[in-house]
């Protein structure tokens, strides 16, 4: 009974993330708090926000994961008349799921990795372009070459501290996840119910 109010509290806590996650990629389409730069013709926004890593990922199906996880380890679910086989399918289940929430997480992990890497697109002198792209990520120690971004204002920053905000939501949504596999997956290897079907069982 610890073990699943344990794992209880590990997928609800994948639901504040995943909603944190959706609102930080919204902020994204909004450099400065302008609304200016999504609706132009030809999009003044970082090909990355496109993406959808904070808003679909890391969000709307992080949610579902979490309320199918929450439905397996509630006292109410049982798959099967047996409990024994109820067990067995919720750990497996439950496993499936919490590694398709590491897929869905570490996509936005990576998706928002990158982004923050190349930097923002903005205009320079030089017109519209990703000002950062061949600086490997340096400029992102270097805050005296941000001002070569003249707009959106402050979207160096913007995009720094939002990105910053996705990867770490993301991270902590891989780390519940992974917890939750193998805390699964130690109960289907170490015996403590198996997700094997002997035959007279059921």
């Known amino acids: ?37 999504v609706s132009d013709s030809g999009n003044k926004l970082s090909n990355y926000v496109w993406y959808f890593e904070g808003l679909c990922f890391s969000g709307v199906m992080m949610l579902i994961v ?40 570490g996509y936005c992990l990576v998706m928002s990795a990158l982004s923050l890497v190349q930097g923002p697109y903005c205009h320079t002198l030089n017109g519209w372009e990703y000002a950062f792209e061949d600086t490997a990520g340096r400029f992102l120690t270097d805050s005296s070459i941000w001002i070569q971004c003249l707009e959106p204002a402050h979207v160096v920053e913007w995009n720094i501290i939002l990105f910053s905000i996705l990867i770490t939501l993301s991270g902590l949504q891989v780390i519940v996840c992974l917890i939750k596999v193998v805390i699964q997956s130690s109960k289907i290897l170490c015996g403590t119910y198996s997700v094997i079907i002997q035959p007279g069982i059921i």
């Open 66 to 105: 979490a309320a199918v996880l929450l439905v397996l380890e509630s006292d109410t679910y049982r798959w099967c008349k047996r409990e024994n086989c109820s067990k067995r399918y919720m750990a497996l289940l439950s496993t499936i799921f919490s590694a398709l929430g590491i897929a869905f997480s």
């Open 1 to 37: 009974m610890g073990s699943r109010k344990y794992g209880g509290c590990l997928s609800f806590l994948l639901i504040p993330l995943a909603l944190w996650s959706i609102i930080v990629n919204i902020l994204l389409y909004f450099p400065n708090g302008q609304t200016s730069y």
